[in-house]
């Protein structure tokens, strides 16, 4: 069974730094894209970032250009995201998802609630 | 940035009616949209990927169609499990985006 498990989420204050890991099981790590999706309270969801399955090639939306870096360690099975300069419209839950190079998001992880405050 | 819109915001239906859900793109792209379900407290689930092809395990229930930047995804049956919210999803350009979401709720 494939599954995904976030950490690293949690109270940070605007302006500072969180990486969030995703442990992955269950299929060719290797082999598979990577992504975040974030979700605001009450609102939709919203893709962050992609990497390719052997790290190469990375995508990032434009809400987080420049501030959060993804990456991978395919030898560990697990992806990370790398969040500076954090700002209040940065808290959201967190879901690591397979996939989204050229495939569709899924399975997903339970996500990681990143709260961004003072 | 190709926007998806979907309507309605909120379905109201009971169960065993049909639900339809629409899923509108601002330019082709192609196949390559997918559709989720999300329950409340929990993370979203795959359901339909290129536009018609049900994920693993999914219900027969579920089924998705369109093309270019017209989509449906029917629900034939409510089950009282199929009460959530459901999203839109296309994968042809980059940023990756997501429709706004319908809430399917029991009328």
């Known amino acids: 069974e494939m599954q995904l498990l976030e950490s690293g989420g949690g109270l940070v204050q605007p302006g500072g730094s969180l990486r969030l890991s995703c442990a992955a099981s269950g299929f060719t790590f290797g082999n598979s894209a990577m992504t975040w999706v974030r979700q605001a309270p009450g609102k939709g969801l919203e893709w962050v970032s992609t990497?390719?399955?052997?790290?190469?090639?990375?995508f990032y939306a434009d809400a987080v250009k420049g501030r959060f870096t993804i990456s991978r360690d395919n030898s560990e099975n697990t992806q990370y995201l790398q969040m500076t300069s954090l700002r209040a419209e940065d808290t959201a839950i967190y879901y690591c998802?397979?996939?989204?190079?050229?495939?569709?998001?899924?399975?997903w992880g339970k996500g990681t609630l990143v709260t961004v405050s003072s | 940035e190709i926007v998806l819109t979907q309507s309605p915001a909120t379905l109201s239906l009971s169960p065993g009616e049909r639900a339809t859900l629409s899923c509108r793109a601002s330019?082709?792209?192609?196949?390559?949209l997918a559709w989720y379900q999300q329950k409340p407290g929990q993370a979203p689930r795959l359901l339909v990927y290129d536009a018609s092809n049900r994920a693993t395990g999914i219900p027969a229930r579920f089924s998705g169609s369109g093309s270019g930047t017209d989509f449906t995804l029917t629900i034939s049956s409510l089950e009282p499990e199929d009460f959530a919210v459901y999203y839109c999803q296309q994968r042809s350009n980059w940023p990756r985006t997501f429709g706004q979401g319908t809430k399917v709720e029991i009328k």
């Open positions: 990497i390719s399955g052997g790290g190469a090639a990375t």
């Open positions: 330019q082709s792209i192609s196949s390559q």
């Open positions: 998802a397979k996939g989204g190079h050229y495939s569709a998001f899924g399975p």
